[in-house]
């Protein structure tokens, strides 16, 4: 969750999180996370409803997956969807060469991996800076929530230049999308 992109936690949902906290005394510690992102996951959805009702877009980022806290770039190597292409949870985004990636205690100079999404909608765009070498972090996409937002995307991207509308897309994205990385095979 990033906290720079999230408004401050309603108070209605304070005594949900009390209780939450209460009960995991007594809770196997696997459950008390589950149901935490849980909450979490609902305050979200309130806030991207919110900012859609109020004529804001709630559209996600994607980010340039940080493996391990030792991993600097990766280069893109191949998208697994298309522009426009519908995205669902578990689908694979795409595959990264990542540069000093920490494996088992050792530093690994290059390594395959392979991003999955964790959230829904549409691949709106590929950043023109997500070609070569990308900073660990650094956005490289945006995924739309639905068609009527993806056309709106595709539409700004037109009339702006590609620096100006990666600005824009940054700025006013609700949040980064959740993701999961699979080990591929070794580069050289």
Known sequence: LHKAAMPPLPAHFIPVLRSLSSSCASTPLRIC???????????????????????MRSHFTIPCAKLSPTHTTSTITSWSQSISAEVECYDLLY???????????DVEESQEMIIETCDDGYLAVIFESASGEVEAGAPIGIIAEDEEELDSIQNLSQS???VEFEKEMIKTSSRPINWHAYLGGKKD
């Open 33 to 55: 996370p589950f149901l935490f992102k849980t909450v979490l996951n609902n305050y979200e959805n309130v806030v991207a409803n919110s900012l859609r009702k109020n004529g």
């Open 95 to 105: 595959t990264v060469a990542a540069k000093n990636v920490e494996k088992f205690g």
């Open 160 to 162: 702006l230049s590609p």
